[in-house]
């Protein structure tokens, strides 16, 4: 018992520690990005990847909050690229949002292409990556914000920070696995580990050298800063005998709350800090980091295994000498954890930081959420629900048909015709019991639908599961803003009673929010970023079958509240 009520700090190994004095106050960070083809091994398995100079996972982008940052992405693949900021609000800069046919064209081989965005209004942790396809497989790195120079943490500043980003790897091409699960019909296959910085740990084959460590020391505060760039899972994460205290969600502080489990879903980002206790008397041991999926879908199947990265107290010693410690993880599809994790996010809500919550709504909406089918083409068979289905998802009985001209550049120029319509439904247009028996007709209707809003406008939308295809949580992600969740549940919405109960004090701000399985949450925001901005399942199978859409938000009469021109070296189609 001794051994297990002793604590240590985390110290990152291997990454050059943060200089924050370094970083003068608004000023302009420069970085290229070379996307070039390397080859990796995992698993006992060698295939080459796209990566970001040479990297994987890729470089860190580390900035402060104020600060310009112009990264020039160059493609060196033969697949079309582009690199999402993700949870980077982009104020009146869309043009450097990243997602493929929605913001900008995909940068061809050979081609460059300048992002120039401000960061504003944010400090914490984000994340960029690929979007187009599943190129962000292996496509992604840290975003670290810094505060603005001279300004604290609210919590205790710590003597180190690392990131500990989770994955998936596969030993096939990605790209050839959704290519086929889009032709076939059905689910894709599974990745055949998680990764934690890169690295599938010692609980898989072939694996024990690819393992991330972590040395630790006692008596200080260490900051871990956790992103979900994996595909297609959420993800339960535990460190044996630490306790980890939340203090920041995608780039946004929250009232800090203690806890042995974290739960992130893919694009989300949690800051937790750990403060060591000294270990004197206490015998040496290794603590296993840990991490496997939150699985709550009955479509198809999952990665059901365990990646493990290794916190040791130093000096190190013989590994195989000390006693190893293992954490406890909730059972794969605990809805209650996640419910009442969820339920502790608190924005602080200060006269620093204060939630400006809208508290009237000038635009409600009602969005289901969740899977359905296709007929399958006559041609052919299908490994759909049925063999004349294919798997489909949708917003609103809506599966979001991608353009091929980018949305922004047809708003930009007032020509949306034959690139989108604006008649995106507000609500079902056939409601029926969205977590009961599942209607007997499950096919979807296609298009490219937004909704436009004027600038400014107060937005509340609730998103609701269904039961079609079997109820399954899904991590919404929001381009352009982040938004307050104001409340959640289980079952059907009733806007009768919920409303009563929304928290309009100190809600939870983000930008990636898990919609519950068998259930809703509402979410409000301002409008007030012209531009259009995609909103999408971060389960990128989810966002290939169609279950994403898109905001059209107007300019504001302010110069001020006006979408900047296009760059000159926007990609062209």
Request: glycine share 8%; with cysteine; aromatic share 10%.
């Amino acid at each position: 018992m001794g051994a297990l009520r002793c604590l240590a700090p985390l110290v990152f190994l291997g990454t050059l520690l943060l200089l924050p004095h370094l970083l003068l106050a608004s000023t302009t960070r420069y970085y290229t990005f070379n996307v070039t083809m390397r080859k990796v091994t995992r698993l006992c398995k060698t295939r080459a990847i796209p990566t970001v100079n040479g990297k994987f996972p890729g470089p860190r982008i580390l900035t402060r909050e104020g600060d310009r940052v112009v990264v020039k992405v160059v493609n060196n693949v033969k697949q079309n690229v582009t690199i999402h900021w993700h949870g980077v609000r982009q104020l009146r800069t869309g043009w450097s949002d990243g997602p493929a046919y929605i913001t900008q064209c995909p940068i061809q081989t050979g081609q460059s292409y300048v992002y120039n965005f401000t960061i504003t209004g944010q400090r914490g942790t984000l994340f960029w990556h690929a979007h187009v396809s599943w190129l962000r497989a292996t496509l992604y790195g840290p975003i670290v914000i810094l505060p603005k120079a001279g300004v604290p943490y609210p919590f205790p500043k710590p003597y180190r920070e690392v990131p500990i980003l989770f994955g998936e790897w596969f030993n096939v091409d990605p790209e050839a696995i959704i290519a086929q699960a889009l032709q076939t019909g059905g689910g894709p296959n599974v990745s055949d580990a998680y990764t934690i910085n890169g690295l599938p740990g010692p609980l898989y084959n072939c694996s024990s050298r690819d393992t991330f460590k972590l040395k630790v020391q006692p008596g200080k505060w260490y900051l871990l800063r956790l992103i979900n760039a994996a595909l297609n899972d959420e993800l339960f994460f535990s460190i044996a005998n630490h306790t980890l205290t939340v203090v920041d969600v995608d780039a946004s502080y929250v009232k800090p709350f203690d806890t042995d489990v974290v739960l992130v879903t893919p694009g989300q980002t949690t800051n937790v800090l750990l403060h060591a206790k000294p270990d004197e008397g206490c015998p040496p041991a290794t603590h296993l980091m840990l991490a496997r999926p939150y699985a709550t879908g009955r479509v198809g199947t999952y990665d059901n295994t365990t990646v493990a990265a290794i916190l040791e107290y130093a000096p190190a010693g013989h590994i195989k000498s000390r006693p190893l410690f293992r954490p406890t993880l909730p059972v794969f599809n605990d809805t209650v954890f996640a419910a009442n994790f969820s339920a502790m996010l608190r924005s602080l809500a200060t006269p620093d930081y204060p939630a400006n919550v809208p508290r009237q709504v000038d635009r409600p909406f009602f969005f289901t959420v969740g899977l359905g089918t296709n007929p399958c083409p006559t041609y052919q068979g299908c490994n759909g629900p049925t063999n004349d289905t294919m798997f489909s998802a949708s917003v609103n009985n809506v599966s979001f048909i991608m353009p091929t001209t980018a949305l922004l550049k047809a708003h930009y120029n007032d020509n949306s015709a034959g690139v989108y319509t604006s008649d995106f439904p507000a609500m079902p247009m056939m409601p029926f019991n969205y977590t009961g028996t599942p209607p007997n007709n499950t096919n979807v209707s296609n298009g490219t639908k937004v909704v436009v809003l004027s600038y400014n406008t107060s937005v509340e939308v609730v998103l609701q599961d269904t039961s079609i295809q079997g109820a399954e949580s899904h991590p919404l992600h929001l381009h352009g803003f982040d938004f307050f969740v104001v409340g959640q549940g289980v079952g059907n919405y009733d806007p009768s009673k919920h409303p009563a109960k929304f928290n309009l004090i100190d809600p939870v701000q983000r930008n990636t929010v898990g919609v519950p399985a068998g259930g809703w949450v509402a979410i409000r925001f301002y409008a007030d970023n012209p531009g259009v901005w995609f909103m999408h399942c971060h389960l990128e199978v989810h966002t290939s079958w169609g279950l994403k859409m898109a905001w059209v938000v107007n300019d504001g009469p302010l110069p001020d509240q006006k979408l900047m021109p296009p760059p000159s070296d926007l990609p062209k189609c």
